[in-house]
């Protein structure tokens, strides 16, 4: 069977890092694997203060898919926060995408603003669990700390995992404000897009009850479902989300 092109897409204050164990992986089943950093991500030269938009902070994933040949169409899978940068990215270039993956993401759906799949978060529990700093800007920057990776995020990762994130996670964004004002996503171009979803069962950071509400919400009717992985479950599980993701793709939904 023909390989597929994923694309793997981070979640907010990490990196192309985090897919270290999942990109080789699909590699050896023969499919291309592309990872990128974001703006002000990994390795990404760009400061997050400097991020003026949140189609900027999507920039490097808007401009590969923008640099496909006409003929090429690819597998988006996000995870957490990139979520939302997956449906900006259906939303401009639905006709290069084969099918997008929501690895216990964030998904909007088409009749709210895109805030909205954050905003139903309580702010409370928002600002708890993502540790909410403001920068030295003054911009509402945002980093995990060591205790909210170590028991929300990574606390069925291996040790050496929790410790290369306290590295190499950096200082992160929601564009709440931003995504509030924002045109709803639309039906020819993201709703257009075939869409799955890979539940975590042990994701302490976005519980399975917030997971299948946002399943229920955006109307995704293809789920799987890891019932022993935390939130980092590229990290926890890789070969579970790389059979997931393959299976997935396979079905040609």
Not at 1 to 12: A, N, R
Not at 38 to 59: C, H, M, Q, T, V
Not at 158 to 169: F, H, N, S, V
Not at 225 to 252: G, T
Request: charged share 20%.
């Amino acid at each position: 069977m023909e390989g597929k092109h994923y694309v793997l897409v981070h979640g907010v204050c990490h990196g192309a890092w985090c897919w270290y164990k999942l990109k080789p992986r699909l590699q050896s089943s023969g499919n291309k694997v592309t990872v990128l950093d974001l703006a002000a991500s990994g390795i990404n030269p760009k400061r997050i203060e400097d991020i003026r938009s949140f189609s900027e902070y999507s920039g490097p994933l808007l401009e590969l898919l923008e640099s496909l040949p006409p003929s090429e169409k690819v597998v988006l899978v996000g995870h957490s926060f990139g979520g939302l940068s997956l449906a900006l990215a259906m939303d401009r270039f639905p006709h290069k995408i084969e099918l997008a993956v929501f690895l216990t993401a964030f998904v909007p759906d088409t009749k709210h603003p895109p805030s909205y799949v954050i905003e139903q978060q309580e702010t409370a529990e928002l600002n708890e669990v993502y540790n909410m700093e403001i920068s030295s800007s003054g911009s509402a920057s945002m980093i995990f700390g060591s205790k909210c990776l170590s028991t929300k995020l990574y606390q069925l990762c291996p040790i050496e995992d929790l410790e290369l994130a306290k590295m190499l996670i950096r200082p992160g964004y929601l564009f709440v404000e931003e995504l509030q004002k924002a045109k709803n996503f639309s039906e020819e171009g993201y709703g257009s897009v075939p869409k799955a979803y890979i539940v975590c069962g042990e994701d302490a950071i976005i519980p399975l009850e917030y997971q299948s509400w946002m399943i229920e919400n955006a109307g995704i009717d293809h789920v799987l479902e890891i019932k022993d992985s935390d939130h980092m479950a590229m990290l926890s599980r890789p070969q579970e989300v790389c059979q997931s993701l393959i299976q997935i793709a396979q079905k040609n939904i």
